[in-house]
């Protein structure tokens, strides 16, 4: 199983932050929300691989924000940003989605503390890491996710209840 970086800078991207808050909140209440991204690996990625979603750029927190599963092989579509390029895209089964402007997320700086040789600030969406980096990823995803999971599980209890205070909490403009 690989472990793939997707990177989203919602200050040029298609996808906006307000797009983003709305999926966690129908992820938190419905339980399923598959979306699709696009991929720089594709001949590498598959079905069953896992994935990180990082955000990037300058505005708010960046770091971690999304865990979950790929549900799909890479497929071509087209081109998100109106270039008329094959772009090639995954479906996504997020398991965990966070706002980064609400809660704490597994920080670009830590990520690029541990893993010095892969830029955890930009580049490409949709890349496969090393077998090694997979691993220590995955281990830093979890110590994250359990030392914050009482906050986590509050933010997914407040979307059930309707009180979508911390979703929606000061949403910059991006």
């Known amino acids: 199983m690989n472990s793939v970086i997707l990177k989203w800078n919602p200050a040029i991207s298609s996808y906006s932050m307000q797009h983003y808050l709305t999926d966690i909140m129908n992820l938190n209440r419905i339980g399923y929300h598959e979306m699709n991204w696009s991929v720089w690996d594709y001949e590498k990625i598959h079905k069953d691989d896992r994935f990180y979603l990082l955000k990037v750029g300058q505005y708010g927190q960046t770091g971690i ?39 704490p997320i597994l ?20 890349v496969v890491l090393t077998d090694s980096y997979a691993e220590k990823l995955n281990l830093l995803w979890w110590d994250f996710y359990n030392e914050n999971r009482t906050t986590l599980f509050e933010q997914a209890m407040n979307c059930h209840t309707g009180d979508d205070d911390l979703i929606y909490s000061e949403v910059p403009t991006y």
């Open 107 to 126: 920080s670009t700086e830590r990520l690029q503390a541990e893993m010095p040789d892969f830029d955890f600030t930009g580049g490409h969406s949709g």
């Open 65 to 103: 924000i999304a865990f979950g599963f790929i549900s799909s092989n890479p497929y071509t579509g087209s081109d998100w940003r109106g270039k008329k390029q094959i772009i090639h895209y995954v479906n996504l089964d997020p398991y965990v989605m966070l706002n980064p402007d609400a809660l």
